[in-house]
């Protein structure tokens, strides 16, 4: 029985990415239903513009690896609160520390960074709006 053709790297590794957008598509898609298509973010309720955004960064040994398909490191946020404006979860001034050790798939509670002082002032308490997991 012959050996299969092999395939070129770049074959290999385009097939590789493919899957793993798909899968980081369909657990934002699920993100987005926990939180009923809004933004979590406390007063804000945007439908529009939605981002997922983890809750903790792979830097911080966040979940980006082959678990990466669960929700609980993902938060649905509006362009602006996510990386948009000056208070966003990119840019530090606004922070997201999950209550529970089910991260986002229990409540949050959201910080906002005082330029001042760098105080830490609550902004309220986030509960998924949407379908249960």
């Known amino acids: ?8 790297l770049f074959e290999q590794r385009a097939e590789e990415r493919a899957a793993r957008r798909r899968t ?8 987005k239903a926990r939180d009923g ?16 955004c983890h809750v903790q960064g ?3 040994g966040g979940d980006h690896g082959k678990r990466s398909s669960l929700t609980s490191n993902i ?4 362009r602006d609160h996510h990386r948009g404006s000056t208070t966003s979860l990119h840019s530090g001034d ?7 050790p089910h991260g986002a798939d229990g409540p949050v509670e959201f910080f906002i ?20 997991q």
């Open 24 to 31: 980081e598509r369909s657990v934002k898609t699920r993100a």
């Open 58 to 60: 792979k830097s911080a």
């Open 94 to 100: 606004l922070v997201a520390s999950p209550l529970t």
């Open 37 to 52: 298509r809004r933004c979590r973010v406390p007063g804000c309720g945007a439908f529009t513009y939605l981002e997922g």
């Open 113 to 132: 960074r005082t330029r001042e002082h760098g105080r830490l002032i609550s902004l309220g308490i986030s509960e998924p709006k949407g379908a249960k």
């Open 75 to 78: 938060l649905t946020c509006c």
């Open 1 to 8: 029985m012959p050996f299969p053709k092999p395939r070129p």
